[in-house]
């Protein structure tokens, strides 16, 4: 596949970057005394406990979400959701039950684990999509920013990269529900002067089956084979339940 242009130059993180730069160039022309270096010391505490406090976070919600399927018998991932696609039209779980579907949660701005993970579901499913045997397998890109992540925002943001991916946003009520349904983590951070931000969250795409129930989850370190053969094998040995 062809190399996808990441949004990185203009994007929040590529910006901050640029102030960080700019800035310790700036404090190099300064001669540091006593009072420079108490208040170097307090910004980084505070970077290190914020950083800290983010850490433990997600800890947190690795640990939830793996003893919420710890008994796949009693799966607490998934259920009913309502939001609108890229085109603007209202869709919901029940429009995806028939068919295998990979669901991750991100966010337009992201500089470069989101484009990574979409390019790398676009992958799987070119893969998987070479054997005729198989069953199609749709994906879904749900937002954890919708103040800036607007149908059309994500449809022009997945046609960078490809027409097989669905963009999902809604309204906080109708977004909150999903985020819940999937246990998914995301905190905004800091806006900077222009307004922009990263927003961080959990990185996992979810694999749901025909009955629209959880079969699995992907994490970044998994590569785009790992999860075609990871799908491949559970479309084989997947049988509805009566």
Known sequence: MSPVNKPKNNSPYAKLIRKSKEEK????WIKGGPNLYILTA???????????????MKQQHVALLKNTIMDEEN???????ELINQDGEK?????????????????THCPDICPDEIEKIVEVM??????????????????????????????TYLAEFS????????????????WNAFKVYHSMGPKDEDGDYIVDHSIITYLMNPNGKYEGHFARSKTNIDVANAV????NIWKPKS
């Open 25 to 28: 160039k700036k404090a190099s």
């Open 42 to 56: 307090t910004a980084v505490g505070f970077v290190a406990l914020y950083y800290y406090v983010k850490q433990k």
């Open 75 to 81: 799966v607490l991932i998934g259920g009913n959701w």
């Open 91 to 107: 869709v919901s779980n029940k429009d995806y039950e028939g068919d295998w579907c990979l669901i991750y949660f991100g966010f």
């Open 126 to 155: 070119d893969i998987l999509g070479k054997n005729p045997g198989l069953p199609k397998l749709k994906a879904l890109f749900v937002t954890v920013d919708p103040e800036r992540d607007s149908p059309e925002s994500l449809k």
């Open 163 to 178: 027409d097989k991916i669905v963009g999902l946003t809604g309204n906080a009520d109708e977004l909150r529900k999903i």
């Open 232 to 235: 491949e094998k559970k479309m």
